[in-house]
């Protein structure tokens, strides 16, 4: 039996327009990619994002009746792809019927402690990984400003974007949005290094605090009332157990309410978020777990594990960490 897949396949509902499932498949395809995986990927739906997957990583749409490994965004390509290789499926939420886990992958990945406790209460078990950021291209390209003078919205309704507009204008500072519904923008890492604070949540808040920006988890969705955790600097532990969706606290902001959250900036914080980033949300960490995972189908033998990182791994730098993290555990 295989430790370490050579074929992967990527496999994602729908690849047609922004959202966070496409952007992590993407940025899942380009570290695998660069890491020397044998990469291709699926979708029913094909669009601007699976463009971008082939145009900027070099990735094709499925070619071959067989792969190593399969990681799969949703139960719809679970059931499609079953016959095609070992299925790891990524849960990224508790709401959306695409979300559910399905009986036919052979090992679930929940990105949270949310998630995984709804995947214990269907009687299936789950390993942890939260969704990777690209920290190359996310990360501090702007400095901060010193007192707030912009706020950004990653928020994706009309109504959440008003409170936050009147909250900003109330503290004298600008106010800028991005909704993927509305006014869709690929390069979001240059939007948010604009501001000097962002309001969103999940992986947008995820982006953000990679760029080295303070954060505040609000928003309203279509399934969810709006909620949000506030300001998160010290309630970051606790966000994070729920995707920083807002439903830890589920507190319901009014506009004073979210006034007062934004007042909590300080130029510091951005430091802080960008280290939790680097620590935490690394996709090279999160790729990793997900090999690790496969592997852990029989006993792992760490001898091979460091001559796959010497023969697989690119990247001289890469290579060395961790052909060095392989010869510390194995003692060679």
């Not at 279509?222 to 909620?227: F, G, I, K, M, V």
């Not at 620590?279 to 189908?297: A, C």
Request: charged residues 25%.
């Amino acid at each position: 039996m295989k430790k370490y897949p050579r074929s992967i396949l990527v496999a994602t509902n729908h690849l047609k327009d922004l959202g966070g499932s496409e952007t992590f498949a993407y940025t899942l395809i380009g570290e695998l990619k660069r890491l020397g995986f044998e990469v291709e990927y699926f979708t029913f739906y094909k669009g601007l994002v699976s463009d971008k997957i082939e145009n900027d990583l070099g990735a094709g749409f499925m070619s071959k009746k067989k792969y190593d490994l399969i990681l799969a965004n949703h139960n719809s390509c679970v059931k499609y792809l079953v016959n095609r290789g070992f299925i790891i499926q990524t849960c990224h939420g508790v709401f959306p019927e695409l979300e559910q886990p399905s009986s036919y992958a052979h090992k679930h990945v929940a990105i949270s402690k949310e998630v995984q406790e709804h995947l214990q209460h269907k009687h299936i078990k789950s390993k942890i990984i939260l969704n990777g950021i690209n920290l190359e291209r996310f990360k501090a390209a702007v400095p901060l400003q010193s007192e707030l003078k912009t706020v950004l919205s990653l928020c994706h309704s009309d109504e959440a974007n008003q409170m936050i507009a009147a909250s900003a204008r109330e503290l004298g500072a600008a106010f800028i949005y991005l909704n993927k519904y509305e006014n869709p923008g690929w390069n979001v890492e240059q939007l948010i290094n604009q501001a000097d604070l962002v309001v969103g949540v999940g992986r947008s808040a995820y982006e953000a605090m990679a760029c080295g920006r303070p954060v505040v988890i609000f928003d309203s969705r279509s399934y969810y009332p709006a909620c949000g955790d506030g300001y998160v600097k010290e309630i970051l532990e606790e966000s994070i157990l729920k995707n920083c969706s807002g439903r830890y606290y589920g507190h319901s902001f009014t506009i004073p309410a979210l006034t007062a959250e934004l007042k909590k900036f300080k130029k510091e914080d951005g430091a802080f978020f960008r280290e939790f980033a680097l620590k935490n949300l690394n996709i090279t960490n999160s790729v990793l777990e997900y090999i690790r995972y496969f592997g852990e189908r029989q006993p792992l033998s760490l001898k091979r594990g460091w001559l796959w990182a010497k023969r697989l791994i690119k990247g001289p730098a890469l290579r060395k960490r961790m052909i060095k993290r392989y010869e510390l555990e194995a003692g060679i």
